[in-house]
Every structure is written in structure tokens, then in C-alpha cells.
């Protein structure tokens, strides 16, 4: 493969090439068959990985994780809880009172949720039992409670009501905002969830809103779920922390109507 002619885009289209085939490419490897520097071949590896076509591993690069496993609610609930925190509280600012906010499942839009308990005069839609639960249970006393319609379906792992007739009440309605989750995201792949119901019924959020707010922390960038529901130019604003990679950062403040990063960085 050695070629000093090589463009920069071609030699990253063969080492995209060679992970796919091969499942994992060496540095050295790619320093030898192109014949060109270690620090050449790592700005590469940084382009692609930033793109979500690979991932960056010691010494080198593997596939870009395409997972259809979830962990449950629960569990997430534990995982970038100060990044989640940051996210939340950026995209609650951007509710208004008396608007119909749409919240997909998942624990970051749960955050966002409990940030959304003193906003008055909300009518709130979801398919998130979680957060349905949160908006009933923690109602101020001698306080108007917002009006909570839960879509209905079937639950997934991550207490999310999903399928044909989440789908069906989705589209009966209108949302002023959606503030949804992602399972990834990926310049080529969009946002992507690890099941095709879930996918479908984010699908419905997506055609019923007016403003799509994605929440979605730095490690999601990269992941890629069993099916895509959204591209990046369908979202008008994108809420992320400051662990979210340059590369990736550019991409989606090209991609989405508004980037959003967080001031402080996941811990």
C-alpha cells in the first residue's frame, strides 16, 4: 500500500478499510504500509474516530462499537452523573412556561425532568415511566400539577414506552420542544438507538415537534446502535460536555442547528 502520493483521504479510506476487514489495525502497521510518519498515521486515526468510523485504541484502532445491548435504567442512572447534571440544567433553560414539552426515555432526559418541576403551567408529554412517575410524585403542595400524558406501549429496559401505539398517541399530538436522548451518534449514522421500536417511536417525537433538543454526553459519540432515527441536520439543538472530542465538536456544530457544550467537563 505504500505510496507517498497517497492523499490524506484516500490513506484514510484504506485504513477504514483495512478495520472493517480485519477488525483492528496496528500504527506501526499502517506506518510501514504507508511510508509515512507515526504522527501522520495517528492524526489519521484521530479523523476517523472522531468521524465514528473507528476507535482509538492503545497502540492503534478497532471497529467503532455498534452495540445492541442497553444497560438498564437503573444502571445508567449511575454513569456520567455530573456531566448529565450539566446537560440537564442547559436544556431546562431553554423551557418556557406553559409550553407542551415532549421528554423521550432515559436517564438524561429524567435529569432534564427533575429540572423541570418548578416551570409553571407545563403539559408535558413522555414515554419515560420514570419520569411520568417523577412529575406525579413530587407535585408542590397547593400547586397547579403540570398535565403528564403517557404515551403507552411497550416498556424497554430503559422504562421507555415504545412501539405502534406510543407511535399512534405521538402523532395525535404536538410538542412545542423535544428533548431527547441517544443511545449514539455518529457523523454518518445519525442518532441511533439499540432497538428498532425505540427507533420508530423517536421517529414519531421527531415529526411532532417543533424544536428537537438532543442531550447526549461525550461518550456517546462513536456509538452506534442497531438503527438510526435521526439525522444530524433534523436536530435544532445539540446539548453536550466539554469531554465531547474537537473533532466530534465540529462535526456536530456543522451538523445541528445549535452546539451546546457545557462549561464544565465530565468527571
Known sequence: MADQGLLAQQRRALIVESVRRDG????????????????????????????????????GAVTASRSTEEPGFDAKSTLESTAKAEIAAAAAGLVRPGSV??????????????????I???????????????????????????????????????????????EHTIMSLHADQLILGTH?????????????????????????????????????????????FARLDQVGCFITDAGMPPDA???????????VVVDSPAK
Open 249 to 259: 465538536q465540529s462535526v456536530l456544530a456543522e451538523g445541528v442547528g445549535e452546539l
Open 184 to 228: 449514539g451518534v455518529t457523523e454518518e449514522e445519525g442518532l441511533t438507538s439499540p432497538g428498532l421500536a425505540e427507533s420508530q417511536t423517536n421517529r414519531a417525537f421527531i415529526a411532532r415537534a417543533r424544536q428537537v433538543v438532543v442531550v447526549a454526553d461525550h461518550t456517546k459519540w462513536g456509538a452506534i446502535g442497531l438503527s438510526s
Open 24 to 59: 483492528a489495525v496496528r500504527v506501526a502497521d499502517l506506518v510501514a504500509a504507508f511510508d509515512v510518519s507515526d504522527m501522520t498515521i495517528r492524526r489519521d486515526l484521530d479523523v476517523l474516530a472522531g468521524k465514528g468510523l473507528l476507535e482509538k485504541v492503545h497502540g
Open 101 to 118: 414539552v415532549a421528554l423521550g426515555g432515559g436517564t438524561t432526559t429524567y435529569a432534564v425532568a427533575k429540572r423541570l418541576l418548578g
Open 120 to 166: 409553571p403551567d407545563l403539559t408535558i408529554l413522555t414515554n419515560s415511566l420514570p419520569i411520568e412517575v417523577l412529575f406525579r410524585s413530587h407535585a408542590a403542595p397547593g400547586a397547579q400539577a403540570p398535565v403528564v400524558l403517557l404515551t403507552g406501549g411497550s416498556s424497554t429496559r430503559s422504562q421507555a414506552l415504545v412501539g405502534p401505539v406510543a
